[in-house]
């Protein structure tokens, strides 16, 4: 089974700020990985796929790269709406979230 | 526009069964491979299974393999997760959704509880 492993578990920081998460897998996956946003009580809502490409209608703030086995989220200036749990997917190999990473308020 | 409403989510005793359905709008069904995905309470998600477009494929996790069973109605536009001899570690919330790599659309999930 392919094992994503995300970090930091929780990220503090302040609006207008430039945060970076970061997902490894635990072999290769390609460009096989999607990044997620989810706030308390709702589902997730896909942000990012095939590594790089944005969904419709996600803010341009949100950028993601990477191949293989590291990848990144990278979120250019905080809002306030952006602070949430990200989780990271690898679908190569059927499905395999990490265990989110927790964005807080500085 | 897409909507996914998922139901059947209860208080189930361990060992005991439960059936979530999950009924979609607004895409073509039957062209759809569609997922399962749980999150326990204050948990991450957790892949459940997929099933092909036509049902007559179908992959589960590890965890509820044996147990549960998807499947589908094409013709109702309705999703199955038929769930056996549950388990405490089976309490999450159960999400349907589109597709079975990434997911841009997503039920708004239905709860069950194993519990004595």
């Known amino acids: 089974d392919i094992q994503m492993t995300q970090s930091p578990s929780t990220l503090s920081a302040s609006v207008g700020d430039r945060v970076t998460f970061t997902c490894r897998a635990s072999?290769?996956?390609?460009?096989?990985l999607a990044w997620y946003q989810q706030k308390p009580g709702r589902a997730p809502k896909l942000l990012i796929y095939l590594a790089s490409t944005l969904e419709d209608g996600v803010p341009s703030r949100f950028s993601g790269s990477g191949s293989g086995t590291e990848f990144t989220l990278t979120i250019s200036s905080l809002q306030p709406d952006d602070f949430a749990t990200y989780y990271c997917q690898q679908y190569n190999t059927f499905s395999t979230f990490g265990q989110g990473t927790k964005l807080e308020i500085k | 526009q897409v909507q996914l409403v998922e139901s059947g989510g209860d208080l189930v005793k361990p060992g005991g069964s439960l059936r979530l359905s999950c009924a979609v709008s607004g895409f073509s069904f039957s062209d759809s491979y569609m997922s399962w995905i749980r999150q326990a309470p204050g948990k991450g998600l957790e892949w459940v299974s997929y099933i092909s477009n036509s049902g007559n494929t179908v992959f589960y996790a590890d965890s509820v393999k044996g147990r549960f069973t998807t499947s589908r109605d094409n013709a109702k536009k309705l999703l199955y997760l038929q769930m056996n001899n549950l388990r405490a570690e089976d309490s999450a919330v159960y999400y349907c959704a589109r597709d079975p790599t990434f997911h841009s659309h997503w039920g708004q999930g239905t709860l069950v509880t194993v519990s004595s």
């Open positions: 072999q290769s996956i390609g460009a096989s």
